[in-house]
């Protein structure tokens, strides 16, 4: 505590009067105040010390409202110093070993470094208190800050501890490339090194240290982040122009251009980085996709008129339907592939366990998927993984009514996203690789009906290409113009 109670009382209210303005801009609203600690009752020398253990509680209560998130967004550049000073002289006093608490001080001490009162003010050489090392500027202007606080010294383990600041402020400069530095760890080694400190995080030498630290990382993580973020919108805006809206796959999920446009660098580098770290490790791990296995080859675009479900797309421009079958990535496939099994199970559980009658009519998400008597027969069966004769017949039709139910789904996908260019194009997309898949599906089939001599399982695996044809045909419509449709039996 400070020794005179009238110049505690002036810090506080310094620090409730930010409190309540961050409050209020934060609710749209006013914060309501406590009976005494309004500012003009505070400007009374009447009972100071009642008046500052209400202060005190008011305090922390505001304290639990305000997140370092909070904090960190408004600290700017045209914040008074003198109220930065005020809240840290606040912390310090109490010293609260939290991680809340922690990270507020560790960024008003940071703030405080990185805007200076006198442009230059830290760089210039310090003096010595014992007449041997000299003291870093801002360490000097943290002992000045605090020197009415109630500070032990350090002791040898604290200092050795303090010491890594350095060889991490060294280690994290080598890194030029995000995902290298984020790979490192060295922001939770940093983290768990500021917890070991328990209560010396407090000490001016620690607080400066850390500002230092802070402020060196910061510039160049920031450059890093920027850098990636820079990269992956260039990604996604070339990507947009060829048509396509599939970024890649980060964590299982699909990445788009949509995610990409709503990706606010500036925001995310203003919340704390606790919070934001997984957020930042998902750029950097699309950034690091991408760079490995770019979504597109460069193909020039050519308008097209869309007819039937694709009518009000046409004011987006596709590539070349071809162009862009070439252009399907094996992980396109690979990704597709999984949701053609999930389709054969689902349909496989529905028919072992549905009642004979209806089991020919598998409910799907926007329509009934209608199975021939053998599709229901190879869907009961247990032999489509056998290296037979049968098993090959009810593989080839398993994925043939799998290829159509997923792309029958995909275009009343498309139809539902007319009005949204990105969201279409995603559903484009997948019914391009669909196209792809479905030209190895019929490949197989006509292996398979090579080795059948007529009869009733060449019968059934011709009805079940019949539909795939068709379903071929109306995806074609769909993305080509339409004097370039190739026929549903010829031309792929």
């Given at each position: 505590?400070?020794?005179?109670?009238?110049?505690?009382?002036?810090?506080?209210?310094?620090?409730?009067?930010?409190?309540?303005?961050?409050?209020?801009?934060?609710?749209?609203?006013?914060?309501?105040?406590?009976?005494?600690l309004?500012?003009?009752?505070?400007?009374?020398e009447?009972?100071?010390?009642?008046?500052?253990?209400?202060?005190?509680?008011?305090?922390?209560?505001?304290?639990?409202?305000?997140?370092?998130?909070?904090?960190r967004?408004a600290?700017?550049?045209?914040?008074?110093?003198?109220i930065?000073?005020?809240?840290?002289?606040y912390?310090?006093?109490?010293?609260?070993?939290?991680?809340?608490?922690r990270?507020?001080?560790?960024?008003?001490?940071?703030?405080?470094?990185r805007?200076?009162?006198?442009?230059?003010?830290?760089?210039?050489?310090?003096?010595?208190?014992?007449?041997?090392?000299?003291?870093?500027?801002?360490?000097i202007?943290?002992?000045?800050?605090?020197?009415?606080?109630?500070?032990p010294?350090?002791?040898?383990?604290?200092m050795?501890?303090?010491?890594?600041?350095?060889?991490?402020?060294?280690?994290?400069?080598?890194f030029r490339?995000?995902?290298?530095?984020?790979?490192?760890?060295?922001?939770?080694?940093?983290?768990?090194l500021?917890?070991l400190?328990?209560?010396?995080?407090?000490?001016?030498?620690?607080?400066?240290?850390?500002?230092?630290?802070?402020?060196?990382?910061?510039?160049?993580?920031?450059?890093?982040f920027?850098?990636?973020?820079?990269?992956?919108?260039?990604?996604?805006?070339?990507?947009?122009?060829?048509?396509?809206?599939?970024l890649?796959?980060?964590?299982?999920?699909?990445?788009?251009?949509?995610?990409?446009?709503?990706?606010?660098?500036?925001?995310?580098?203003?919340?704390?980085?606790?919070?934001?770290?997984?957020?930042?490790?998902?750029?950097?791990k699309?950034?690091k996709?991408?760079?490995?296995?770019?979504?597109?080859?460069?193909?020039?675009?050519?308008?097209?008129?869309?007819?039937?479900?694709?009518?009000?797309?046409d004011?987006?421009?596709?590539?070349?339907?071809?162009?862009?079958?070439?252009?399907?990535?094996p992980?396109?496939?690979?990704?597709?592939e999984?949701?053609?099994?999930?389709?054969?199970?689902?349909?496989?559980?529905?028919v072992?366990?549905?009642?004979?009658?209806?089991?020919?009519?598998?409910?799907?998400?926007?329509?009934?998927?209608?199975?021939?008597?053998?599709?229901?027969?190879?869907?009961?069966?247990?032999?489509?993984?056998?290296?037979?004769?049968p098993?090959?017949?009810?593989?080839?039709?398993?994925?043939?009514?799998?290829?159509?139910?997923?792309?029958?789904?995909?275009?009343?996908?498309?139809?539902?996203?007319?009005n949204?260019?990105?969201?279409?194009?995603?559903?484009?997309?997948?019914?391009?690789?669909?196209?792809?898949?479905?030209?190895?599906?019929q490949?197989?089939?006509?292996?398979v009906?090579a080795?059948?001599?007529?009869?009733?399982?060449?019968?059934?695996?011709?009805?079940?290409?019949?539909?795939?044809?068709?379903?071929?045909?109306?995806?074609?419509?769909?993305?080509?113009?339409?004097?370039?449709?190739?026929?549903?039996?010829?031309?792929?």
């Amino acid at each position: 505590m400070g020794e005179d109670p009238k110049w505690e009382l002036a810090i506080l209210a310094t620090v409730q009067g930010f409190y309540e303005k961050l409050l209020q801009e934060h609710l749209d609203g006013e914060v309501p105040v406590p009976a005494g600690l309004e500012a003009i009752s505070l400007q009374s020398e009447d009972n100071v010390h009642a008046t500052l253990l209400s202060m005190h509680r008011w305090l922390r209560l505001l304290d639990l409202a305000i997140t370092p998130a909070m904090l960190r967004r408004a600290l700017t550049p045209d914040t008074d110093a003198e109220i930065a000073e005020a809240m840290l002289r606040y912390f310090i006093r109490n010293q609260d070993t939290s991680d809340a608490k922690r990270d507020k001080t560790d960024l008003v001490a940071t703030f405080l470094y990185r805007h200076p009162r006198v442009p230059g003010q830290w760089e210039r050489h310090g003096y010595s208190l014992d007449g041997s090392v000299p003291l870093a500027p801002f360490e000097i202007a943290m002992l000045e800050i605090l020197a009415d606080a109630d500070v032990p010294a350090l002791s040898e383990e604290q200092m050795q501890l303090l010491r890594q600041f350095d060889q991490l402020q060294a280690e994290a400069g080598k890194f030029r490339d995000l995902n290298a530095l984020l790979e490192s760890g060295i922001i939770v080694r940093v983290r768990e090194l500021k917890q070991l400190l328990d209560t010396a995080f407090y000490h001016p030498s620690v607080l400066a240290t850390a500002a230092l630290y802070n402020t060196t990382f910061g510039r160049s993580f920031d450059e890093l982040f920027l850098k990636a973020a820079k990269e992956i919108k260039t990604f996604a805006r070339d990507l947009e122009e060829q048509g396509g809206s599939i970024l890649g796959n980060v964590d299982g999920m699909d990445v788009t251009v949509e995610h990409v446009s709503a990706l606010q660098e500036s925001e995310l580098l203003r919340i704390d980085y606790g919070t934001a770290l997984e957020k930042f490790r998902r750029v950097s791990k699309l950034r690091k996709a991408l760079q490995e296995h770019p979504p597109l080859r460069r193909v020039p675009p050519v308008p097209i008129r869309m007819g039937g479900i694709g009518a009000k797309a046409d004011r987006s421009r596709l590539p070349d339907l071809e162009a862009m079958r070439a252009a399907v990535t094996p992980q396109q496939i690979s990704s597709e592939e999984g949701k053609l099994a999930k389709i054969q199970e689902s349909v496989r559980a529905f028919v072992q366990v549905a009642d004979a009658r209806f089991r020919h009519v598998v409910p799907m998400r926007y329509f009934n998927l209608i199975l021939t008597p053998a599709e229901v027969t190879a869907f009961s069966a247990d032999d489509h993984e056998e290296k037979s004769a049968p098993g090959y017949v009810t593989h080839a039709l398993l994925r043939m009514t799998a290829v159509c139910a997923r792309m029958t789904t995909e275009l009343e996908e498309l139809r539902r996203t007319q009005n949204s260019p990105s969201l279409w194009r995603l559903h484009a997309d997948a019914l391009v690789v669909l196209l792809e898949i479905e030209r190895s599906v019929q490949e197989n089939v006509k292996r398979v009906l090579a080795t059948l001599e007529g009869g009733a399982q060449s019968e059934a695996i011709q009805t079940s290409l019949k539909k795939l044809h068709d379903c071929t045909a109306l995806v074609r419509r769909t993305l080509s113009p339409a004097d370039r449709v190739i026929g549903a039996t010829g031309g792929r």
